[in-house]
């Protein structure tokens, strides 16, 4: 790819410009808003003159509801061999594509699945996709050349690409960006309506859920207005488990034994099941799969014994990744148990014995 | 306060014990699970042998169903002067407190604000409640040498004392941490239930919204049981905001050009209190308002201008808080506003005008 169009200079389009610009991508820039386009242009993101022949590649970072016809336009224009965009919702602008008779064979929808908190131009980075995922959307009409383009594209901004259908992708980010964002806005509301005494003491824990509705709310209804079922299908599900919750909570405010017990059972299982949801998204973006392998070492009762033993481990520069101590209530002494990354395990031990302690 | 008795060592307790002991108090460590106290012990929160003579103050530091029942057990041992304890609900416990005829002038209820994922004594930090709130909750019994003991264990730990009612702190507590909790845990539910290409393309946003959902279940099941009614009652207002954030939804999926609008209109309205609400706890904690100057700089079309114009400010190592673009539709040149701390423009303005910019 030796060139590009890219359509609206917020953002993402601000970013894909300046990641394109990066790799020695010519890139063109062009907003309705001048000022942004000038902006981002300002920032090294390409330049505001139009091409002198038909581009390799544009893309169109438009909102959702405007993507079939700025494609319209574009692709009578003929401003590029191939045609994508990155926004939020798939099935609606490929829908508007056909019905406004696009050439579907070179165009293919795209979302890279980054953002911030910030939007316009000047909130843009070279490098917001790194690492991230790039959904592409291809469908049967869909030509080679034209996904061989989008997956450079991806390649390009440092993203990895992920191919689904326009309707899987939707139902996916309802799950997992959408209906969080208006859960998020709604706890946020529930403390825009309390008095300041009981909000002075949030935390980290209601901080970081509602962090996200702190975004732009016209951008945000454009992106839940063009995913509108999808994320209203999930927030029906979601009001069935919190009335089973409240159901749960008030029983356990009974003075009846066998209620409360039964609504702790309840509670408890939502939580639980919550768990193991939470788990399945905890583990780090890309990191590898460590093996593991355990240092033992016996511990007598001295008070600040485990304390002395995490700073004799730490002088052996070995990242302790975990630690279980296992004490029989009969007698004081304990065994610990450290957890080290594979091939760690013979360095801390030597370490350990030289310091003068026992071990296993 | 030279000496204290923690009951129970888990992570709040043996927290506890941790910073009393780096301040010379002497602290004995109980717990029903001898293991438990032995590892707190390990660590160097205190020792496991009972104090000698009586101790201080006493930290109950045992679920909120049990404090109570061990308060009564304690004060008839007589372990301590004063006695306070560490639940995360305080109307309950008060209540207990009162049915078992417990001594309630030598008795204070206190909770700190802080905790972290991981339970259990291995868990615990000498530094946990370091600049946290910690509430205490006297009545019309609380004697003031009580409340003082509680002040100054308070101020043992780093955190900030803050004076409230037991009623009005539970339904704080509902606002800013249980009914969160529930919330994560449902969307978090959602996530176990869905399939593994829909979860892969979860992100930061869902991961942080997500966070406490990966708490202990049974732990946070018995916190929210005893405060069930002002969870329940806070979930109930959010169920009809969640009504109506989902009739917005449908109404925004309608063919009715009048019903998408109203739809966009009641969705947006919800997304800005949500906004507005997170902005009431975005500020951080302690910090000190700043005072802002802002410095000018006129920039031409050239690509990567305002690059360079970062750069450059970057060399002169001041921190630059935000930026404003000023570009007129008219002329491609703009003006950059940059805004650092109070102080610093003028040292930015010097090394600008080295650079050879222009500035104003």
Same mark, same amino acid.
């Given at each position: 790819m030796r060139s590009a169009v890219v359509v609206g200079t917020g953002l993402i389009g601000t970013s894909v410009a300046l990641a394109l610009s990066s790799q020695g991508v010519a890139v063109h820039l062009r907003d309705t808003d001048r000022a942004a386009s000038l902006t981002a242009a300002s920032l090294g993101a390409g330049t505001v003159e139009p091409p002198a022949e038909m581009a390799d590649l544009a893309v169109l970072a438009v909102p959702p509801a405007l993507v079939g016809s700025v494609l319209a336009d574009v692709q009578t224009e003929g401003v590029a061999r191939y045609y994508t965009d990155v926004a939020s919702v798939k099935a609606g602008p490929q829908q508007d594509a056909l019905a406004l008779a696009c050439d579907t064979v070179h165009y293919i929808g795209g979302h890279p699945l980054s953002g911030a908190e910030r939007s316009g131009p000047l909130a843009a980075r070279a490098d917001l996709f790194e690492q991230h995922s790039w959904v592409l959307t291809p469908t049967a009409d869909t030509d080679t050349d034209t996904l061989n383009a989008a997956l450079e594209l991806v390649s390009l901004c440092g993203a990895v690409p992920v191919l689904m259908g326009a309707a899987a992708h939707d139902r996916a980010v309802a799950l997992v960006s959408h209906a969080p964002h208006v859960v998020a806005s709604l706890v946020a509301m529930q403390l825009a309506r309390a008095e300041e005494r009981s909000v002075s003491l949030a935390g980290p824990g209601v901080r970081d859920l509602t962090r996200i509705a702190a975004a732009d709310p016209v951008l945000w209804?454009?992106? $839940?207005?063009?995913?509108?079922? #999808?994320v209203a299908d999930l927030l029906d599900e979601l009001a069935a488990d919190l009335d089973s919750a409240v159901t749960g909570l008030r029983a356990m405010a009974a003075t009846d034994e066998a209620k409360r017990c039964s609504g702790a059972r309840v509670v408890e299982r939502l939580l639980r099941q919550g768990t193991s949801g939470r788990a399945r998204i905890s583990a780090k973006r890309g990191a590898q799969p460590v093996?593991? @392998? /355990? =240092?033992a070492v016996p511990i007598s009762d001295r008070p600040g014994e485990l304390a002395r033993l995490f700073a004799?481990?730490?002088?052996? @520069? *070995?990242? *302790? @990744?975990? =630690?279980? $101590? @296992?004490?029989?209530? #009969? %007698?004081?002494?304990? $065994?610990? %148990?450290? /957890?080290v990354a594979q091939g760690s395990a013979a360095v801390l031990e030597e370490s350990l014995r030289a310091r003068g302690w026992s071990v296993r």
């Open positions: 209804a454009d992106i $839940l207005g063009a995913n509108a079922n #999808a093996r593991y @392998e /355990t =240092v004799d481990a730490a002088r052996a @520069e *070995v990242n *302790v @990744e975990d =630690v279980r $101590l @296992e004490h029989s209530a #009969a %007698q004081p002494a304990g $065994l610990a %148990q450290l /957890t």
